[in-house]
């Protein structure tokens, strides 16, 4: 069944790429074009597609080149109405192939026009699970090859405007926030540079998946860094915007680790007028400071110190010191080398505010 699913995935491929070819004015190519991407509209390398507006002209293409019906649905390429009769999953959008480790084409995406969700993945089928694809991988494998640095990014078009800043980059999309080991395996696989920078949307959301990112990534690369977007902008749009100004927010892009430490301590800043919160949230980001350079970590605690209104002392102690056992009492009555009685006498913290 795999082998056939593959070959199915070929063949549908080819087909939303000439339908894209097929309508130089239609709306997708229009969309791409205002998005300042009309070029890769020919580039062999992205293979982009359409998805025709029609219930089953996929579906019935695939029928002809000698695919059945349970072999569409199985591969998640087309859907059972009610009254038994199969239409294709994607209408009308912009379509990307998802790549599997082995470059193979498992799953698409689709992109599309606004008034609809926009975005719409291939469902988990025997060949794709989002958790092991990733859109760009076969475009960019060779700038990977060739030094250019990896970007992370949430969205095909992401990874296509980051794509179009010259030889230094290479975007990739996990079409969304979740970063998985297998993610950074892959790409890491073809990068001759052993380092990834993360350019999340510049929301929320974004931040938060940037942040899930970080012990995935750092498992595998050696350098992880984050690159903040002006508000409320996603790469695609920073590139419409500027395309120096998505260039030179990749360029400035800081240690992931360290705005880890950052959107964390923003949950505490209701209760950081108090001694709890204060101690509490500096718990909360000291396995995080232990990660960093030596050099970048003493740093990082003087800043924690004077953020949260807490001695050096006090600071560089919980830092240093991942195993100290908070609430423990010293033994004969006497205060526990190395243990400030604000950190050891507090109880544990509860839930995140």
């Known amino acids: 069944?795999?082998?056939?699913?593959?070959?199915?995935?070929?063949?549908?491929?080819?087909?939303?790429?000439?339908?894209?070819?097929?309508?130089?004015?239609?709306?997708?190519?229009?969309?791409?074009?205002?998005r300042g991407l009309g070029g890769v509209?020919?580039?062999?390398?992205?293979?982009?597609?359409?998805?025709?507006?029609?219930?089953?002209?996929?579906?019935?293409?695939?029928?002809?080149?000698?695919?059945?019906?349970?072999?569409?649905?199985?591969?998640?390429?087309?859907?059972?109405?009610?009254?038994g009769y199969l239409v294709d999953r994607f209408r009308d959008r912009i379509m990307f192939a998802a790549d599997d480790i082995d470059f193979e084409t498992v799953g698409f995406v689709g992109r599309a026009r606004s008034g609809r969700v926009r975005y719409l993945?291939?469902?988990?089928?025997?060949?794709?699970?989002?958790?092991?694809?990733l859109v760009g991988l076969t475009a960019q494998r060779g700038k990977l090859f060739c030094g250019s640095i990896p970007v992370l990014v949430e969205g095909p078009m992401d990874a296509l405007a980051v794509d179009q800043l010259g030889g230094r980059w290479a975007g990739i999309?996990?079409?969304?926030?979740?970063?998985?080991?297998?993610?950074?395996?892959?790409?890491?696989?073809?990068s001759l540079a052993n380092q990834i920078v993360v350019?999340?949307?510049?929301?929320?959301?974004?931040?938060?998946?940037a942040v899930r990112s970080l012990d995935s990534l750092t498992e595998i690369f050696a350098s992880v860094r984050v690159a903040e977007l002006p508000p409320g902008l996603d790469p695609a749009a920073a590139f419409q915007e500027s395309k120096d100004g998505l260039s030179d927010c990749l360029g400035s892009a800081r240690p992931l680790v360290e705005?880890?430490?950052?959107?964390?301590?923003?949950?505490?800043?209701p209760v950081l007028d108090h001694v709890s919160g204060q101690v509490n949230a500096l718990r909360a980001v000291a396995p995080l400071v232990r990660q960093?350079?030596?050099?970048?970590?003493?740093?990082?605690?003087?800043?924690?110190?004077?953020?949260?209104?807490?001695?050096?002392?006090?600071?560089?102690?919980?830092?240093?010191?991942?195993?100290?056992?908070?609430?423990?009492?010293?033994r004969s009555g006497r205060r526990s080398r190395g243990v400030d009685p604000v950190l050891a006498d507090e109880p544990d913290r509860g839930p995140t505010p």
């Open 41 to 83: 509209v020919a580039d062999e390398t992205w293979r982009i597609g359409y998805a025709p507006d029609t219930w089953a002209g996929l579906t019935s293409y695939l029928r002809r080149h000698g695919f059945g019906d349970d072999d569409l649905v199985a591969g998640g390429l087309a859907t059972p109405t009610i009254n």
């Open 121 to 133: 993945n291939s469902p988990t089928t025997e060949i794709y699970h989002k958790g092991e694809t």
């Open 292 to 330: 960093m350079p030596s050099n970048r970590m003493a740093q990082q605690i003087a800043g924690l110190a004077e953020r949260l209104n807490l001695e050096v002392e006090i600071v560089s102690r919980e830092v240093l010191s991942p195993v100290v056992r908070r609430g423990a009492k010293p």
């Open 173 to 190: 999309s996990t079409c969304g926030t979740a970063v998985t080991r297998q993610h950074a395996v892959m790409i890491r696989q073809l």
């Open 199 to 209: 350019a999340f949307d510049a929301d929320l959301g974004g931040r938060l998946g």
């Open 259 to 269: 705005f880890a430490v950052d959107v964390e301590l923003a949950k505490w800043d």
């Open 1 to 34: 069944m795999r082998r056939v699913l593959l070959e199915m995935h070929r063949a549908a491929r080819d087909f939303y790429e000439r339908q894209l070819h097929e309508l130089p004015d239609g709306w997708a190519a229009g969309h791409l074009r205002e």
